[in-house]
């Protein structure tokens, strides 16, 4: 009794902000384009569609799809 003790421990739920390494293979963090920075693509895109039935339906997916309403059979529109 009385002898100290160590608990390791590791924070699963950490607030801090996760690294970014920079993958650029020719190490130019510029990119060629002046020192502007370019937005990233967009991997996903919002879809909406307004059924005859008066209601409106949201989807989200990758860019370039074609989706199509089950009820009335008319397509999304993307949203940019």
């Known amino acids: 009794m009385g002898e100290a003790f160590d608990i390791p421990w590791a924070d699963r739920f950490s607030i801090a902000a996760p690294v970014l390494l920079d993958t650029d293979e020719e190490g130019d963090s510029e990119g060629g384009n002046g020192g502007?920075?370019?937005?990233?693509?967009?991997?996903?895109?919002?879809y909406c569609h307004e059924c005859n039935e008066g209601r409106v339906l949201n989807v989200?997916?990758?860019?370039?799809?074609?989706?199509?309403?089950?009820?009335?059979g008319k397509g999304y529109k993307a949203n940019m």
């Open 60 to 72: 989200w997916g990758r860019p370039g799809l074609q989706l199509v309403c089950g009820d009335c």
């Open 36 to 46: 502007a920075e370019a937005a990233p693509a967009r991997s996903k895109v919002k």
